[in-house]
């Protein structure tokens, strides 16, 4: 057997790791392979005979191109957050990889905050606290000491897991409303649905930048479910310090359903969807 094919099976032995590195680094599939892929050239191209851990040394060449993706993304200007909603969320129906991608144990609210970190940040958070790396292997991805390492972690760290604005005891019960009011949603359950909702309700919504107000259980109820195929997509995080829910279709926000609970059930409902109220949102991840 030649040298490049046993290099070759080496490197598929650790391509489900590897693009399980890229794709919490990236937040896409396709750019994740596309980390793996230039990750094996530059493995064919290296004399690796002196290398001892191929794992860790493909792991730092995966995070370096990740790093080198998300740097070229930030100079790009490009943009995390879409402005048609209701067209990626049409692309992200016709894509099953992708949906049970996001339904891992990455999760779609971790994905959504993990945007909002500095390329740096994310590299040193998902190696650090995803991946078990220590900061003194990170160091040399991201040209930081081993303590700014450490510092950039605890920074990411913060703004993952976030800061309730209520007590864990309130946080919990306005957890159990809102998985209810996904799970009535998933299912078409509109008896469900109006149990939860307040029967004075308001539902706001900037749809398409036209602002329209909802009143009343049964009519916001019956809105709720035309949107149910989109519940799939959504998952419960910390939107200001209490529980929401994100809709975040290929790991990209798209929607933000901001709740007032009283009393059990949802005396109001806002629907945003408008980007620059999306970045204005201080977003984090229930339960990390």
Not at 60 to 71: E, F, G, I, K
Not at 124 to 146: K, N, Q, T, W, Y
Not at 188 to 215: C, E, H, T, Y
Request: with cysteine; aromatic share 4%; charged share 25%.
């Amino acid at each position: 057997m030649d040298e490049e094919k046993v290099l070759a099976e080496r490197f598929e032995a650790y391509r489900r790791h590897l693009r399980g590195v890229a794709y919490r680094m990236l937040g896409s599939p396709t750019e994740a392979d596309d980390a793996v892929q230039e990750a094996w050239l530059r493995l064919s191209r290296s004399d690796t005979t002196g290398v001892n851990n191929l794992a860790g040394w493909l792991t730092t060449v995966v995070s370096r191109v990740c790093l080198d993706m998300l740097r070229a993304r930030r100079s790009r200007g490009e943009e995390t957050l879409h402005v048609n909603a209701q067209q990626q969320l049409a692309e992200a129906a016709s894509d099953p990889e992708q949906e049970m991608l996001l339904a891992d144990s990455v999760g779609l609210a971790l994905l959504v905050v993990l945007e909002t970190l500095t390329p740096a940040e994310r590299i040193a958070f998902v190696l650090h606290d995803m991946f078990d790396l220590p900061f003194e292997a990170i160091a040399p991805v991201v040209g930081r000491s081993p303590i700014a390492v450490r510092q950039l972690a605890s920074r990411a760290r913060r703004r993952v897991c976030g800061a309730a604005a209520v007590p864990e005891t309130e946080l919990g019960r306005q957890r159990r409303v809102v998985d209810a009011f996904l799970a009535a949603s998933r299912s078409g359950d509109f008896n469900a649905l109006v149990a939860l909702l307040d029967p004075d309700i308001v539902l706001r919504a900037d749809a398409a930048g036209v602002p329209i107000q909802i009143q009343g259980a049964s009519a916001v109820a019956t809105k709720a479910l035309a949107y149910s195929r989109n519940a799939r997509f959504a998952q419960p995080a910390l939107v200001n310090g209490v529980v929401g829910v994100i809709v975040a279709p290929h790991g990209r926000l798209s929607v933000v359903l901001d709740f007032k609970i009283r009393d059990a059930r949802i005396a109001e409902f806002d629907v945003i969807t408008d980007p620059v109220r999306l970045r204005q949102l201080n977003l984090a991840v229930l339960g990390v």
